[in-house]
């Protein structure tokens, strides 16, 4: 026993997946060092402006990755033994991100200086635009593809560090709030800079080699996936935008603290997906039986791990708001207990996604995901006015109920056929 708990504990794809799971962790602590302070010195209004200027930032973070985050990454793993091959993978997908990023910029700047909704806040939005700047430096796609996760931790850290140092320090008074989302930005372009600079360096990669056709066949045969995951980033970003120019910014930073407490649960079970996915895909393909009977084993128990975390947080939801905000606690604590469905729904809707995936319907996930996102927005939208806050979970949940029904059909199908 001694023996074998040493072979897992010294196996190299355990201390890899420690790693990773430690720069993880270190994600999902920040913000439940930062909120409350931040909530306590600018308030919930003011708090609600910045994570709309934040959800903003984040989506058109799609538009900068361009996919590289996907292709980017397998062209990588594949083509690792390759320098001359990895030295155009990285020199042409920068110079992709380059020029979309100086686009993005420009746009985004002229609209935030002209739309009345963003004019009012356009220093804030405007510093926010430091985080896409830090998004286009990032090399963690490439390190992803060599698999140096120990560099993506470090990333991860030094790039929180700064952000928490800089909101500790500066963040001062209630005015202050406009310099949240540049501190992020900061951390990113700092810690990114100096791993982009070293990973050319070890690499000996040269911008002078790349190829205009190049520049303008990865623009072409990366669009179809860029295209798809803006719907993703939609429905992960645009709920507290909606909020926010629908309601106002109080309910937005409402929205967002308690989000903030159940994206804990919500980023584990993607992270859970991500680790099983492949296993399961192996596994359905070579014994089907096998493959159903572990896949039943792994998304059992995770939900009910799930289940006794969302019971925990429903029954003592006063007490975990009351962490991140003195005032409003009732309201918070209310919506608390409704948002506690999110993941909950989440953790079978997830491992359904895997065998959808897992038998290779990309045409059917892709539709539907896209379809459920526009009705999720447009149910927001209906909703809100009624229900206010509160509607914007009853359309979270009620979008991850149909979803689940619809991948329950077209895996019935499969059966039928099998």
């Known amino acids: 026993m001694l023996k074998l708990f040493n072979k897992i504990l010294f196996h190299q794809q355990f201390q890899k997946l420690s790693v990773y799971g430690f720069g993880q962790l270190f994600n999902l602590v920040t913000p439940l060092l930062v909120v409350p302070y931040i909530v306590s010195v600018c308030g919930e209004e003011n708090f609600g402006k910045t994570a709309v200027g934040m959800a903003i930032a984040f989506f058109l973070i799609v538009f900068i990755d361009f996919g590289s985050d996907i292709i980017g990454v397998r062209e990588v793993a ?3 033994d390759n320098p001359e091959v990895l030295n155009k993978i990285f020199t042409t997908t920068y110079v992709v991100k380059g020029i979309i990023l100086l686009l993005v910029l420009t746009v985004a700047s002229i609209i935030f200086h002209s739309f009345p909704y963003f004019k009012s806040e356009k220093i804030m939005f405007t510093l926010g635009l430091s985080v ?49 989302n540049l501190w992020w930005g900061l951390g990113m372009i700092v810690s990114n800079f100096l791993v982009f600079i070293w990973i050319i360096k070890k690499h000996q990669f040269s911008f002078l080699m790349v190829n205009k056709d190049e520049v303008f066949k990865h623009i072409r045969n990366d669009f179809s996936m860029f295209s798809s995951q803006i719907f993703v ?48 895909c192996y596994l359905i393909e070579t014994d089907f039986k096998r493959g159903l009977k572990n896949w039943i084993i792994y998304n059992g128990v995770n939900f009910v791990f799930v289940t006794m975390g969302m019971l925990f947080f429903h029954i003592y939801s006063y007490e975990i708001v009351s962490y991140f905000n003195p005032t409003n606690r009732y309201v918070l604590s209310n919506l608390l207990e409704v948002a506690v469905f999110v993941p909950l729904i989440l953790a079978i809707s997830i491992p359904l996604k895997q065998l959808v995936l897992a038998y290779n319907y990309k045409r059917f996930y892709v539709y539907l995901t896209s379809v459920m996102v526009l009705f999720n927005l447009l149910a927001i939208v209906i909703l809100l006015p009624k229900f206010q806050v509160y509607g914007v979970f009853y359309s979270l949940i009620a979008t991850d109920l149909i979803v689940i029904i619809f991948y329950l059909y077209q895996l019935k199908k499969n059966l039928k056929l099998s």
Not at 138 to 149: A, D, K, M, S
Not at 244 to 261: P, T
């Open 78 to 80: 594949v083509n690792r």
């Open 132 to 180: 896409l700047i830090g998004q286009f430096l990032n090399p963690t796609w490439f390190l992803q593809g060599i698999e140096n996760v120990k560099w993506i931790t470090l990333l991860n850290i030094v790039s929180k560090c700064i952000y928490l140092v800089g909101i500790f320090f500066t963040i001062k008074k209630e005015s202050d709030y406009i310099y949240i």
């Open 233 to 280: 980033s939609l429905q992960l970003y645009a709920p507290v935008v909606l909020i926010s120019y629908f309601g106002n910014n109080l309910m937005a930073g409402q929205y967002r603290i308690v989000e903030q407490i159940i994206v804990i649960f919500k980023t584990y079970i993607f992270l859970f997906f991500n680790y099983v996915f492949p296993r399961v």
